[in-house]
């Protein structure tokens, strides 16, 4: 029986270290003006009025930030207003860009605001996307393997915590979505070009969490 009880033991204890994660809360600023700019955001794009800045999470969204520190990537992310660095986007809304998490290169989680709070970070699926960024990417700063797994295990935790998630996609995949019942930009001419986190990243996420029934990501017509 001691045998039994000591095997019951270790399998509890990897059982909880398999799935525990650590997630640092680093929170953005989410003041009164952000929760105005992603009210209004909600509104002027997608037609939703809302009283609160909320979302009900249905897919999870791969990014990186191209930056390479973790502190330059949270001050980018961090002013509730867009800098004026990013005239591409700023014509749609003067909302920062930003995301719920934030991943280092040594694969440490931060939480930039509540998982269920919008955050800009996908043209035209921002209502129902939790983000995902990862410092780096490009250059000598390549996203790296503790990266991926904190992805991985990151995913596993939302999945399990919001069921209705239904896809995972590489931010570069967006626009597969355009006619889709979850896509709710109003502006044919909003459209930026993304390459991130790159195909071998995004796939090698997939498979490793390919034990949920995700929906296929729509083909481009």
């Known amino acids: 029986m001691k045998y039994i009880s000591l095997f019951v033991l270790l399998i509890t204890i990897t059982l909880t270290s398999c799935n525990s994660i650590k997630i640092i809360d680093k929170p953005v600023v989410f003041d009164l003006e952000r929760d ?9 794009r997608y037609s939703l009025v809302q009283k ?80 995902i960024e990862n410092v780096g990417g490009t250059g000598d700063k390549l996203l790296t393997k503790k990266q991926l797994k904190s992805n991985i295990r990151l995913i596993h935790y939302l999945k399990k915590k919001y069921p209705d998630i239904e896809y995972v996609i590489g931010h570069f995949e967006y626009t597969n979505f355009e006619g889709h019942e979850l896509w709710l930009e109003k502006d044919d001419n909003y459209r930026t070009e993304k390459t991130d986190p790159g195909v071998d990243f995004i796939n090698t996420i997939r498979k490793k969490i390919s034990k949920y029934n995700w929906k296929p990501i729509p083909q481009k017509k």
């Not at 105005?36 to 002027?44: D, H, I, Q, V």
């Not at 990186?64 to 001050?75: A, N, Y």
């Open 36 to 44: 105005s700019l992603t009210l209004e955001y909600l509104e002027k």
């Open 52 to 131: 609160t800045p909320t979302i009900t999470p249905k897919m999870v969204v791969v990014h990186w930030t191209v930056i390479p520190t973790l502190e330059k990537s949270f001050m980018a992310f961090n002013p509730a207003k867009l800098p004026n660095w990013r005239p591409e986007i700023a014509n749609a809304s003067a909302l920062n860009v930003s995301a719920q998490f934030l991943v280092d290169q040594d694969g440490t989680i931060y939480g930039l605001m509540p998982e269920t709070n919008m955050a800009r970070h996908v043209i035209g699926l921002n209502h129902c996307a939790i983000g």
